[in-house]
């Protein structure tokens, strides 16, 4: 793995900004602390197969005022479990509450082994990096302020993004390019979008009007499809399809997994929730994801506090919780399959109940049997874990 600053990789390719840095107008005791530098890394083609997760670790206690010890990881987990950091930084909390070179994973492009980060510059607006994995190289543009949502264009002109939605209009779709021009695209947005594995289509979600726009961000091209109510995309499946989390009712009371063509046809893959009490008396309000292992469905679903939790589901709709032993309050993240087993990260739960540590794990539900594959420090937690090699919606 080679390791090496970040400053020096973008002085190499011409990309350092030479305008005032961020903070020159504070006070004396502000600019005294500026923007952190990470510490950058490259891993190769082949960590990034089958059975590897990305992922962006927390270390230390973010909702703490004024906290010590801070920092924030982007890291490639190979399948034997070994952690390999790309991105690091260490951050602190300045007076005014903002975590300068912090950052969130916005959105990862498996064909192009790049990261797309929202990077904190305090008060003034995000920058958006983009940071290939294998070859350490990185483009950045500072975002707009209208900048609600944002993905990589895999053309590789720029970023693509949605706006805020205002009162009585939904969000616009544009493609702000590298030297930070941007272009309005054909197409609506309430934040929720996914581009297709070979980055020609553009999926966005008018959730409020109950359709999606389908569009060619190249050609500048859309049209909308009529959906089953709000549905955000989830991930791109194998069959052409998007899986997508549905909201719909009057009250918009009712949830259920559906896999969506892009004409706008769709099938159920799960339940449909109105928080109805699980086995365990716990009320379910929708499922996130779902894998199959064992010939059964196994869900990622939300009860309301602290995260998902595992379940499977009778033919009658019925929800059964599905405890992994020894963490039965940890919240899952569902991320894959292997062999007979799930692959899920379990995190430590917002609700009072406290684990050892963050793990990754190997997780046969049928026989109940757990495999720590990864085991995080005792101040370090997930933030975002996702499959390197699935297509994703954009994260929000």
């Not at 979600?205 to 726009?213: F, I, K, M, Q």
């Not at 998902?308 to 009778?314: A, N, P």
């Not at 007979?340 to 540590?357: I, V, Y």
């Amino acid at each position: 793995m080679r390791i090496r600053s970040f400053v020096a990789a973008l002085a190499c390719a011409g990309l350092v900004s030479t305008a005032a840095p961020a903070g020159a107008a504070l006070p004396d005791a502000e600019r005294a602390r500026p923007t952190p530098v990470p510490t950058t890394a490259t891993v190769t083609v082949d960590q990034l197969g089958p059975g590897s997760v990305l992922a962006v670790v927390s270390r230390g206690r973010f909702e703490e005022l004024r906290a010590e010890g801070l920092a924030r990881s982007l890291e490639v987990i190979t399948p034997d479990g070994d952690r390999h950091p790309v991105w690091s930084v260490d951050v602190h909390e300045d007076r005014d509450g903002w975590f300068r070179g912090d950052f969130v994973l916005a959105d990862w492009r498996p064909e192009l082994h790049t990261a797309l980060l929202r990077v904190s510059r305090g008060p003034e607006t995000d920058l958006a990096v983009a940071y290939d994995v294998v070859t350490g190289s990185a483009r950045e543009v500072p975002l707009p302020r209208q900048a609600s949502t944002v993905g990589l264009d895999p053309t590789g002109r720029g970023v693509l993004m949605s706006t805020w939605p205002a009162q009585r209009r939904a969000g616009r779709v544009a493609l702000l390019s590298w030297a930070g021009v941007r272009t309005g695209i054909p197409g609506r947005s309430d934040n929720s979008a996914i581009a297709s594995p070979d980055g020609g289509t553009l999926v966005t979600s008018e959730g409020g009007a109950g359709r999606w726009w389908v569009v060619d961000p190249v050609a500048r091209t859309s049209s909308s499809v009529a959906t089953p109510g709000d549905c955000r995309p989830v991930r791109w499946l194998e069959d052409g399809r998007v899986l997508a989390g549905c909201i719909s009712g009057k009250r918009a009371e009712v949830q259920q997994l559906r896999a969506i063509a892009l004409d706008g046809r769709s099938t159920r893959l799960g339940a449909r929730h109105r928080g109805e009490p699980a086995d365990n008396g716990v009320g379910i309000f929708g499922d996130a994801d779902v894998r199959t292992v064992q010939g059964r469905s196994w869900y990622e679903s939300y009860a309301g506090c602290g995260g998902g939790i595992l379940t499977r589901q009778d033919a009658r709709g019925r929800v059964r919780v599905v405890r992994v032993p020894g963490r039965p309050d940890s919240p899952a993240t569902l991320l894959g399959t292997r062999g007979d087993d799930l692959l899920l990260a379990l995190q430590r739960t917002d609700c009072g109940s406290w684990p050892d540590r963050a793990v990754l794990s190997l997780f046969d539900p049928v026989g109940r049997e757990e495999t720590v594959l990864t085991r995080l420090g005792r101040r370090e937690s997930w933030r975002e874990v996702l499959p390197t090699t699935e297509v994703r919606a954009w994260i929000w």
